[in-house]
């Protein structure tokens, strides 16, 4: 399975809403990280990640996800992690991203 990316900009919550489909590993690590490059470069802001269709995740997908985060709290903006399935919460929470991600579920 590979990844897909459906991306939206909320007008009225000032964020992007990012939905992963399918798996974030070192095969869609380039993928994900052009995107969310592009996005912040047309318009920085929050970003909120919608993972109910995320099947799974790598270290190096969270290697993107930390170094993306770093960019964008440069601008003093926020990233959110909506309904991730119990095992991916799982990694979330071992390697301590839970504490610096926020998690809606």
């Not at 939206?8 to 489909?21: A, M, R, T």
């Not at 909120?48 to 995320?54: G, I, S, T």
């Not at 601008?75 to 998690?103: A, Q, W, Y």
């Amino acid at each position: 399975m590979s990844l897909r990316l459906n991306t939206n900009y909320n007008e009225s919550e000032k964020s992007w809403e990012v939905e992963l489909i399918g798996e974030v590993d070192i095969n869609s690590k380039a993928i994900l990280k052009d995107e969310l490059i592009q996005l912040n470069d047309k318009r920085q802001s929050d970003f909120v990640f919608k993972c109910e269709n995320l099947e799974y995740i790598d270290s190096t997908g969270l290697g993107v996800l930390i170094s993306f985060y770093k960019n964008v709290k440069i601008n003093n903006n926020t990233v959110h992690f909506e309904k991730l399935k119990p095992s991916i919460l799982k990694i979330f929470t071992l390697t301590g991203l839970d504490r610096i991600f926020s998690i809606r579920n």
